[in-house]
């Protein structure tokens, strides 16, 4: 029967001019394009004056929101299909836990950083940046230049304190890591830390309890923190935006 086979013929050549998947250097230059938009973004919500914790919280879900609507009309090539869906995946769970978390209405704009520390919203977040990492991954085995997202480039944080010390009062936050991420200074030294130019806020804050020192939120190039150490010690500190993001300040006599 020559119309049935016809028929199927017409069939599938239907189905496969259906298939708008993207090839993979559209799709990756693609997810780098989103990227910047969402960086963008970013950008705006932390840098409003006059904005409150509550203020840059809505912003800040509002450019998640926006990513994630991109990324859904995404149509990766097959074998980046499961990555894919785990970063959209990822990228749900972040939203639903950045919008439990709660914030003080009235509280300044670089409060906001805290709810990052909170174990859901720092959960999620880790398991959005390996999923980006797992395509970056993807594009760099591929030999294709692309900025996806990956905030670590896929390789594991270094821990400050296997780092030999660098007699420094500088550190520069560049490329998701604090550089030197291992300084030492005496007494009385006053320590400055200056934003990088990689497009996403950080903070150096100290981990103990008390909270030694807080940068609060750096967002623009440029921008500094100074704190002076008036006693001796180790002060580990970390980025609360990035938790990843680790760095050491060891006080000497």
């Not at 006053?190 to 981990?207: E, F, I, K, L, N």
Request: charged residues 30%; hydrophobic residues 40%.
């Amino acid at each position: 029967m020559v119309f049935p086979l016809l028929f199927a013929l017409i069939l599938a050549l239907a189905a496969c001019g259906s298939d708008d998947s993207l090839s993979d250097e559209e799709y990756f230059q693609k997810m780098d394009e989103i990227d910047k938009d969402l960086d963008a973004q970013f950008d705006e919500a932390f840098s409003s004056q006059d904005a409150t914790a509550t203020d840059v919280k809505d912003a800040f879900a509002a450019a998640v929101e926006s990513a994630r609507e991109q990324y859904s009309e995404v149509k990766p090539p097959e074998e980046l299909k499961d990555e894919h869906e785990e970063l959209l995946a990822a990228v749900d769970e972040f939203d639903g836990a950045l919008s439990a978390a709660e914030v003080d209405a009235d509280a300044p704009a670089d409060e906001f950083e805290a709810v990052f520390a909170e174990d859901a919203v720092s959960a999620a977040n880790q398991r959005v940046s390996d999923a980006f990492c797992a395509i970056q991954a993807a594009a760099d085995e591929k030999g294709i230049e692309a900025d996806i997202g990956c905030e670590d480039g896929g390789e594991e944080a270094v821990d400050p304190s296997t780092v030999p010390p660098v007699e420094a009062t500088e550190v520069l936050i560049q490329d998701f890591a604090f550089d030197p991420p291992h300084i030492q200074v005496k007494v009385g030294d006053t320590v400055t830390w200056t934003q990088g130019s990689d497009g996403d806020p950080h903070t150096a804050t100290a981990t103990d309890d008390a909270k030694t020192f807080d940068s609060g939120t750096l967002t623009n190039e440029g921008e500094t923190f100074e704190f002076t150490f008036q006693e001796a010690g180790d002060f580990p500190y970390y980025c609360e935006i990035h938790p990843d993001m680790l760095g050491l300040v060891t006080v000497t006599q």
